[in-house]
């Protein structure tokens, strides 16, 4: 046994070596997109991010930023820092492997096969285990399906994208992989005394894992069956439910009882003191903490003296949990620091409880409630019909104080409340009408009843999709499209690294063998070349998912009863970390992101059974071998090797034959998960920023994750233009954000809203009644008259932006380019183009539309565009989406030069495009990149040749997408209609430009053009 730990122990460690130095070599070397850039500051400067938080992920992050050599390599450190623990994950998987597959292996077992473990017995001879001959064939059986099995993990799509970026997932995945495998090692010395120090451990790790994310929580179905199995190695059918519904029971009371009743408990004690009695903020949270863990540390005291094992060891449990949990005592502390960001400033217990509750985001129902056609239950109120809602528990916030002397108190400000719907379904997945066209579109139609409601006395009609509508959104969308899909990324294969939303071209699941491909999703032959040498397209030929599938057989079969429970366990993780999720979560159509990182989880247990498929491949192919000869009459009655040896051949066959499936994986994932040299994020926060002028402290407006996160990181890691203010409008409608606002940050004095914190508070004012107005016009002090384009309320982060406005000419006042116009009250008629934010101005008659000069400087001189224009650097579709960003300005910037009569500088900015945002790295593209405005571009400055490039390549690309949309059946043809045209509509375009321009081959586009409007005419 000791020999065997070493071996174990060794290969674990050189899977971990292996692991590591592929995530270091290629993590990014500065911020990704998304909310990395937020985390990345977060432990940077220990601020509060967005809900529910993730404090430990945060103090941990710290610790590895100290590391940094400077500002700039901040990033560097974090992403190391998820490069180390996924590793750390790959180290616990294969341990985790190893175990299992040993305890197949080995025949001796103190509970006669009953148990997941043999009980450990006295020091066996040289290389056994458990007391039995342990032979040299089982030992690289269980070695090889430990790292075959971790390796294709180690390689897979999801975990390793996660992998090389500052986020949680890697971090969540090693709590996950580590609890596993501790109930595993409980499992192991489960007889011996203390060794509930297991369990205990678990639970602190677990408590713990709730700062960084709340999947750890999901491996608890798995360990209690772990448990119930070891302590009841005869129980039955009924038993193993019973254990499982305890689990669920378990998880329930942990995420809805124990998370937010340590809130709850805590808000009515600061009630008592800070209403009640007049004490100052958060007394009574201190006293609540002073009372509980002394009454815990006496019940631990009582438990143990008293000899209750069951209840001591819960409680030591509980207690664990809650200090790990503790580690949201560091989001208390910052938050009340007022630290520049400080999203829900979760300084007190009432706001901390919101906070982790993620107040702000929808939630949608989950077992029965209202689907996306249901209507609101209304009743008459006075004169008017108003909806009915269920009025929830109260919102606490503390009472803007009047005068310096005021006590401090809380108010309720609002009541959670959600509609009273008149039609309600079972299971109900179709809820969210903003998505009803998308519902149809998955589920062909609304196939349901029409019923008639009553709308104050008015009936309308209202139909209510079916049982069987909300069932095929379910399997079709929730679970085919949004997990299997990424479970096939990960042990099949991946089309191309585009985002899908159920189109056939873009991010499905790919086997490699093409008759299977073409049937699925037409000829691959035909996509555009861009698609097809795509670096996200991989290809696996499924050999993981084939390997899966043999572990899983083995398992089930290997060890008769232990072999079966074994995979139950195994089994339970991976649904509850993959299908249940889906169920939880009830997504909606149209995701802004791709979520294959939700079910990474799942895609672990999954790596399980890859592994065990080592010994499964052996024991195949031991079988057929052994039936295969011994049909042959020439050996029949003779062996060609001995059996041992003949075994021992066949298991270092399967080994090397399974160790070809992570090379494979390898090779062809290494190009799209290389994030080395990869600079763009950071750069686009710096571009943003540098946009605005050096004086006046001015402001900009952003909306979205990545325009918001890149530049508060330039700001607060970088140190960049901490002038300038970065305002959120999508947080503008929360008191919280508008406190911050009004605070100064850096060198950026406080914003002029000079509001009343009274007047703002949540639940006062949120909106505004503009039906009073006598014109369609609202004016500002004596400069702005801002159209309201028929608007009859306006919303608190509007009124937030009007009085912005208002103080423009003291105050410069932008917005990003990125952001959509009614994000902003339309006003883009307002303002003036200056780099990748627009000046706001109240004369938009006076001045032209784009500020060419400052445009030109910035593009030419200032902006950084690093690693864009290297071939060997890997964008994703999210960094190519700025760096088309970028291509759009540029010939935005030139046409308006040519416009000007500047054909001069016109070329020098479209050389420049070409040289750091090349056609090489970057595609063209119609929409996204503006290429046919380049084009034109081109041509107007007299340079044909240039223009002819980008035409052709257009061309190409969208005749060989329509041929692609062309080549199905017609029926298939058909459910691609709306694409078809548009292609068609991109070709006509083209053709424009192409005649205009005077191409030779014009004459011959125009034949292609009708040939295939002709043909779409005739479809349908």
């Known amino acids: 046994m000791k020999h065997f730990n070493r071996i174990d122990t060794l290969f674990g460690w050189l899977t971990f070596a292996i692991a590591v130095t592929v995530y270091a070599l290629t993590i990014e070397p500065t911020a990704s997109f998304w909310d990395c850039p937020e985390f990345i500051l977060s432990g940077y400067k220990l601020e509060v991010g967005h809900p529910p938080g993730a404090p430990f992920f945060m103090l941990t992050a710290n610790l590895f930023s100290q590391f940094a050599s400077s500002p700039d390599d901040v990033a560097r450190m974090v992403n190391l820092m998820s490069a180390l623990l996924s590793a750390l994950t790959i180290l616990f998987l294969f341990w985790t492997i190893s175990h299992l597959v040993r305890r197949l292996l080995d025949p001796i077992s103190s509970h006669e096969g009953d148990t997941l473990v043999s009980v450990k017995t006295n020091e066996a001879p040289s290389g056994a285990v458990g007391g039995a001959s342990f032979s040299l064939r089982k030992l690289i059986l269980i070695e090889a399906s430990a790292f075959v099995g971790s390796l294709i993990y180690t ?26 495998w501790l109930a595993l090692k409980w499992e192991e010395h489960a007889d011996e005394p203390q060794s509930d120090r297991w369990l205990v451990l678990i639970a602190y790790l677990m408590g713990l894992s709730i700062g960084v994310h709340l999947l750890n929580l999901l491996c608890l179905p798995a360990i209690v069956l772990v448990f119930y199995h070891r302590r009841y190695p005869g129980g039955r059918r009924f038993g193993t439910l019973l254990a499982l519904a305890f689990s669920f029971l378990l998880i329930a009371v942990i995420l809805f009882g124990i998370i937010p009743g340590v809130c709850t408990l805590g808000g009515w004690c600061e009630l008592l003191l800070v209403n009640g009695l007049g004490f100052r903020f958060n007394t009574g949270l201190i006293l609540y903490l002073i009372i509980l863990f002394p009454l815990l540390f006496a019940a631990i005291v009582y438990t143990q003296r008293h000899c209750m094992r069951v209840a001591n060891t819960s409680l030591l449990c509980l207690l664990m949990l809650l200090l790990g949990y503790g580690s949201y005592a560091v989001t208390f502390v910052r938050a009340s620091a007022n630290t520049p960001m400080n999203q829900n400033a979760p300084k007190d217990i009432f706001a901390l409880g919101r906070y982790l509750a993620r107040d702000q985001y929808e939630h949608g129902p989950l077992l029965y409630g209202q689907a996306y056609t249901s209507q609101p239950r209304l009743r008459v109120e006075g004169n008017y019909c108003v909806p009915d809602v269920n009025e929830g528990k109260a919102i606490y916030q503390r009472k803007p104080k009047e005068s310096e002397g005021e006590k401090d108190q809380y108010i309720v400000t609002a009541h959670h409340s959600d509609y009273r719907y008149e039609q309600q379904m079972l299971f109900p997945r179709m809820w969210n009408p903003r998505h009803a066209q998308a519902y149809e579109a998955w ?44 479970f096939l990324w990960n042990f ?49 030929y499924c050999l993981p998912l084939l390997l899966g599938i043999i572990g899983i057989v083995w398992q089930l079969c290997a060890n008769g009863r232990r072999g079966v429970r074994q995979c139950h366990v195994v089994g339970l993780l991976f649904l509850m970390t993959g299908l249940a999720i889906v169920v939880y979560l009830n997504q909606t159509p149209g995701q802004p992101r791709e979520r294959d990182y939700a079910y990474a989880g799942s895609f672990y247990a999954f790596a399980v059974w890859c592994g065990m498929g080592v010994a499964g491949l052996s024991d195949l192919l031991r079988r057929v071998l052994s039936s295969g000869l011994s049909r042959l009459p020439v050996l029949k009655h003779r062996h060609v090797l001995p059996p041992r040896h003949a075994n021992l051949a066949l298991a270092v066959l399967a080994a090397v034959a399974s160790l070809s499936v992570p090379l494979r994986m390898v090779s062809e994932n290494w190009d799209d998960h290389d994030r080395s040299g990869r600079y763009i994020c950071a750069d686009a926060g710096h571009n943003y920023l540098a946009s605005l002028p050096a004086e006046g402290n001015p402001v900009i407006l952003t909306n979205g994750d990545n325009d918001t996160f890149p530049l508060w990181y330039a700001q607060e890691v970088e140190g960049f233009r901490t002038d300038a203010r970065v305002c959120n409008m999508s947080y503008l409608q929360t008191d919280w954000y508008i406190d911050q606002l009004r605070r100064q940050a850096y060198d950026s004095p406080a914003l002029p809203i000079e509001w009343d914190p009274a007047d703002y508070i949540t639940g006062r004012n949120d909106a505004y009644d503009l039906h009073d107005l006598s014109s369609d016009t609202l004016e500002l002090g004596n400069q702005w008259r801002i159209p309201l384009h028929g608007r009859r309320v306006l919303y608190k982060q509007e009124l937030a932006l009007t ?45 032209p539309r784009m500020d060419t000069a400052k445009t030109y400087d910035l593009l030419m001189h200032h902006f950084r565009f690093r690693g864009i224009n290297d071939p060997a650097v890997y964008h994703d579709e999210t960094a190519r989406g700025m760096a088309y ?59 044909s040749q240039q223009a002819a490039v980008r035409i052709r390549l257009l061309w190409r690309s969208a005749v060989q997408m329509l041929s692609f949309y062309l080549s199905p059946s017609p029926s298939a043809v058909a459910a691609s209609a709306e694409r078809c045209s548009r292609q068609l509509y991109f070709m006509r375009r083209i053709l424009e430009v192409a005649e205009a321009t005077g191409m030779p081959e014009a004459g011959s586009m125009r034949s292609t053009f009708q040939t295939l409007a002709d043909q779409l005419a005739n479809l349908f």
């Open 492 to 540: 099949a294969g991946r089309q191309n690294d585009l985002q899908s939303h159920g189109e056939p071209e873009h991010g499905n699941w790919l086997s490699g063998f093409a008759p299977l491909d073409n049937w699925r999703l037409g000829d691959q032959r035909l996509l555009p070349d861009e698609l097809q040498h795509n670096r996200g397209h991989n290809v696996y």
């Open 443 to 486: 589920t062909g139609g609304n196939h349901g009843r029409e019923t008639w409601y009553d709308r104050c006395g008015e009936s309308v009609p209202v139909r209510m999709p079916s049982q069987w509508d909300n069932l095929r959104f379910f399997l079709s969308y929730q679970c085919n499209f949004m997990y299997w899909r990424y």
């Open 803 to 847: 009085e912005l406005l208002r103080h423009s000419s003291q105050r410069p006042l932008y917005v990003a380019t990125s952001m959509g116009e009614d994000d902003y009250l339309n006003l883009q008629d307002y303002t003036v183009v200056e780099g990748l934010a627009a000046r706001f101005t109240p004369q938009p008659d006076s001045v």
């Open 885 to 943: 960003r970028y291509r759009r300005l540029f010939v935005q910037l030139a046409l308006h030069l040519i416009s000007e009569h500047d054909d001069d500088r016109a070329r020098n900015v479209l050389r420049r495009a070409d040289t750091v945002v090349p056609l090489s790295t970057v595609p063209a593209d119609f929409l996204m990149g503006s290429d046919l405005d380049v084009a034109r571009a081109y041509a107007l400055i007299g340079d």
């Open 155 to 180: 390689f897979s799509d999801t975990f390793w994208f996660s992998a090389v970026e500052g986020e949680v997932y890697a971090f969540s995945s090693a709590f996950t992989a580590a609890v596993f």
